[in-house]
C-alpha cells in the first residue's frame, strides 16, 4: 500500500520536510514497481536511489542536529547506519535472489521511516525549538 504524505508528518522543518517527501515519494514508486512484478534493473534503480538519498537525507540531519547541539545526536547516527546497513543487505539479498522479498523490505523501510519521522525527527525539533 503506497504512503499517502500528511500533515501529521511535518516536523517544522521546511527543507527536512521536503525530503521526507522525496523519500515517500521514492518508496511509492518502488511499490508501484513491485506490483507490477517489472524486472530487476527497474527495481534496483530506484531501490539504490532511494539508499542514496537517504544517506544524503541524514548526513544533512546530522548536520542540523550538530548545529543545534540536540543531545541525542549520537544514537540517532548509530540507527541511522544501522538502518543504512540493513539496506546494503537487503539491497545485496534481493540481486542474489535470496530472502528476504521485496515487499518485506518495502514494509521493513516504510515502518522505520514512519517511526523516524514521527517519533525520531519531531523529538529533534521538538528539543530545538524548530517546530511551527
Ligand atoms: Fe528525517
Redesign the pocket.
Known amino acids: 500500500m503506497m504512503i499517502d504524505w500528511i500533515d501529521h508528518y511535518k516536523?517544522g522543518v521546511d527543507k527536512?520536510d521536503r525530503?521526507?517527501e522525496e523519500?515517500i515519494s521514492t518508496i511509492n514508486q518502488l511499490i508501484i514497481l513491485h506490483e507490477a512484478a517489472k524486472d530487476k534493473n527497474a527495481v534496483m534503480t530506484v531501490f539504490i536511489g532511494l539508499i542514496n538519498y537517504f544517506i544524503y537525507?541524514?548526513e544533512r540531519?546530522e548536520i542540523l542536529m550538530s548545529e543545534y547541539g540536540y543531545s541525542d545526536l549520537e544514537r540517532r547516527r548509530y540507527e541511522n547506519d544501522m538502518f543504512c546497513n540493513n539496506l546494503e543487505i537487503a539491497k545485496l539479498d534481493y540481486i542474489n535472489g535470496d530472502l528476504p522479498s521485496l515487499a518485506y523490505i518495502i514494509d521493513y523501510i516504510k515502518i522505520w521511516?514512519i517511526d523516524?519521522?514521527v517519533i525520531?525527527?519531531k523529538k529533534f525539533s521538538s528539543e530545538c525549538g524548530l517546530t511551527v
Do not use: K, T, V
Open positions: 516536523i527536512i525530503q521526507h523519500i537525507h541524514f540531519e521511516l523516524h519521522i525520531e525527527d
